[in-house]
């Protein structure tokens, strides 16, 4: 079976937290990593760029909307990802239109931090 | 050597924009580029003063502002290896970029206009970030035209260039399959900044930067390179609204509605471009919401005297704009329209229907109409209550003194 572990975090924290502190808490992070690898129990993890980053993605009517910001509604839950490899951001938006779940929910684009976990 | 002096002024005027646009694409940075642009022109007023003008400023400015940054990227290496890395790229990618290379100059243009107006920024950073980078405006006339303060404002032009480089946002013009929709995007920022300018114009605009002029700037601009109907609708939509800007307000500032206006002072030679645009949109066989809002506001324009509106023309051309965007703010100017065709009992029916609906509830234009056909139809009490409404939910203090007056002159 596989699962996926999905991180929720107050990004404002993240942003008050002393350097040092921050970079223990990544350092853990990488540290499970190497261990889940080595068990075999680790198919891919990375850490997301902050939310201002963000951009949503919806087809209705077979029009694309794209608006900025993160997906923020409380009816409708977390179902899915795609990870994904995109040029740009305009490639991610147009493959994000094309997942068919876009059609009746919401797709969130964020980019993946290139350098695994720098502080937001 | 050119031939008539150039001031340096009246290049940066003419130029900057197009300099930036080309150093941005060729840097992939835009505080990079501006830097450069800054130390380009800087360089220039020392040495054209004392060798004069080069026949290509333009391309002048952008070799010299690509060697400044690429001299800067090597000084900071000494801290920062990745500075020194990105600056022999730089050097080594060169430019074949032909300097008398027209559609080249214009498509960095282009590039500069979508990626500021591109949907995945916030509509207020897109705004802000069009008006510096593409109209050239500092961030403290940006502030003071949104009444905002400019800390605030340089934090979200800094945001949204943060998220064009962490998101990575391409510099690109949208290939033909998105292009329309995205040309919605920009459009839509054109507007807003001519509607922030001419909702304002009877402010304190003296301290203002003249917004309406920069959005009719930058649609003719837009018209010049991209041959899209709507573009063309846009221009004719503004020029034709613009064209009123003398009438619409007495000298203290106090609205005057469209059948009280002076129309010997709307401006003749607006309207007359105006309803060539229109033409031209028309002609082209694929009319869009902009264009038909030009239609209504020609309409207006046509009309020598009120009585000689025709609002069966204008409820037809509401009709068709319903087809495309589904709106309630069109369906109250529809309600008002039919008003005036058929007589404020028929529109005030309408507006009813609209407000039943609940998402006008406190849009404060709803509650003025409904007032407005009440007070025609001899109904004053619930004319009053809806005057109040509109009052306590206006914020700009011209509409607010208007309808304080309507209030007041209504019989009791």
């Known amino acids: 079976m596989k699962y996926i572990c999905l991180i929720y975090n107050e990004e404002s924290r993240l942003r008050a937290m002393a350097a040092d502190e921050y970079e223990s808490l990544a350092k853990e992070h990488l540290a499970l990593d190497d261990e889940l690898e080595e068990s075999g129990n680790l198919i891919a993890s990375d850490a997301l760029r902050p939310v201002q980053d963000a951009t ?65 | 050597m050119t031939l008539a002096p150039v001031s340096i002024d009246d290049l940066y005027r003419r130029d900057s924009r197009q300099v930036l646009a080309t150093l941005i694409r060729l840097l992939g940075d835009f505080d990079l580029a501006e830097e450069a642009l800054q130390d380009a022109f800087a360089v220039a007023a020392e040495r054209w003063a004392r060798d004069g003008v080069p026949d290509n400023p333009r391309a002048w400015l952008v070799s010299t502002g690509r060697f400044k940054a690429i001299d800067k990227l090597r000084r900071r290496a000494r801290f920062d290896a990745a500075q020194g890395e990105l600056a022999d790229r730089l050097y080594d990618e060169g ?101 922030e300018g001419y909702s304002a114009s009877s402010g304190n605009s003296l301290t203002r930067v003249d917004l309406t002029g920069e959005a009719i700037r930058l649609a003719r601009l837009l018209r010049q390179m991209l041959a899209e109907p709507e573009v063309t609708g846009l221009l004719a939509l503004m020029l034709l609204q613009n064209s009123r800007r ?55 324009a046509r009309a020598a005297r009120p009585e000689d509106t025709d609002w069966g023309r204008i409820v037809q051309i509401y009709d068709a704009l319903t087809q495309i965007v589904a709106s309630p703010v069109v369906d109250l100017n529809r309600a008002v329209a039919v008003a005036m065709r058929d007589g404020p009992a028929a529109g005030l029916a309408q507006i009813e229907a609209i407000a039943a609906q609940g998402q006008l509830r406190g849009y404060h234009l709803l509650h003025s109409a409904k007032a407005d056909l009440l007070r025609r139809l001899g109904r004053y009490g619930e004319a009053r209550d809806a005057y109040r409404t509109a009052l306590n939910l206006a914020e700009q203090e011209p509409e607010k003194r208007f309808l304080a007056n309507r209030l007041r002159d209504l019989p009791a």
């Open chain 1, 56 to 120: 949503t993605v919806r087809l209705r009517n077979g029009n694309l909307s794209v608006t900025d910001g993160p997906f923020a509604e409380t009816k409708e839950q977390l179902g899915g990802f795609y990870l994904i490899e995109a040029r740009d951001l305009n490639e991610a938006i147009r493959i994000a239109g094309r997942i068919p779940s876009a059609r009746t929910g919401s797709v969130e684009v964020r980019p993946i931090s290139p350098d695994c976990c720098v502080q937001p």
């Open chain 2, 246 to 300: 003398e009438a619409r307000a007495t000298s203290d500032g106090d609205l005057i509605l469209l059948d009280e206006q002076d129309r010997s002072l709307w401006r003749q030679d607006a309207i007359d471009e105006g309803l060539a645009l229109l033409g031209d949109a028309f002609r082209s066989g694929r009319v869009g919401p902009y264009t038909l809002q030009a239609a209504i506001a020609a309409e207006h």
């Open chain 2, 95 to 195: 430019t074949d970029d032909d300097p008398d290379d027209r559609p080249q100059i214009e498509d960095d243009y282009l590039r500069l206009i979508f990626t500021c107006c591109h949907p995945a920024l916030a509509a207020d950073a897109r705004i802000a970030l069009t008006l510096r980078e593409v109209c050239g405006l500092t961030t403290e006339e940006i502030a003071r035209a949104f009444l905002t303060g400019a800390p605030t404002l340089a934090q979200r032009i800094v945001r949204a260039k943060a998220k064009i480089r962490d998101a990575r946002i391409p510099y690109a013009v949208p290939e033909a399959g998105a292009l329309a929709e995205r040309l919605g995007s920009v459009l839509q920022v054109v507007y807003l900044v001519f509607n």
